[in-house]
Nanobody, 115 residues
Framework: QVQLVESGGGLAQAGGSLRLSCAVS????????MGWYRQAPGKERELVAR???????NYADSVKGRFTISRDDAKKTVSLQMNSLKPEDTALYYC?????????WGQGTQVTVSS
């Protein structure tokens, strides 16, 4: 059974930084897509950043140049370094894993950015 556990959320001031981490327990193989989504109150969940199945990266336009996604396959972690945070980055951030047989979500970690 694959489980995703996020950590690293919290409160930051505008212009500050936070680093989110997602630890994957259980095993999976084959093609996979790993990344981060977020959902702000009253809004739909949106992609923030992800590694595609060929290990390229995609970023939402709103975070390009500020956020960096990384992964460590040996440790089975995916991280999101968030710099130059803005109040509009405030949301519940979810780790996401897609495989050819199933899709998994973490429980979410709250990021709040004050102005």
């Amino acid at each position: 059974q694959v489980q995703l556990v996020e950590s690293g959320g919290g409160l930051a001031q505008a212009g500050g930084s936070l680093r989110l981490s997602c630890a994957v327990s259980g095993s999976f193989s084959g093609l996979n897509i790993m990344g981060w989504y977020r959902q702000a109150p009253g809004k739909e969940r949106e992609l923030v950043a992800r590694f595609t199945s060929i290990r390229t990266t995609n970023y939402a336009d709103s975070v390009k140049g500020r956020f960096t996604i990384s992964r460590d396959d040996a440790k089975k972690t995916v991280s999101l370094q968030m710099n130059s945070l803005k109040p509009e980055d405030t949301a519940l951030y979810y780790c996401h894993l897609w495989t050819t047989v199933a899709e998994y979500w973490g429980q979410g970690t709250q990021v709040t950015v004050s102005s």
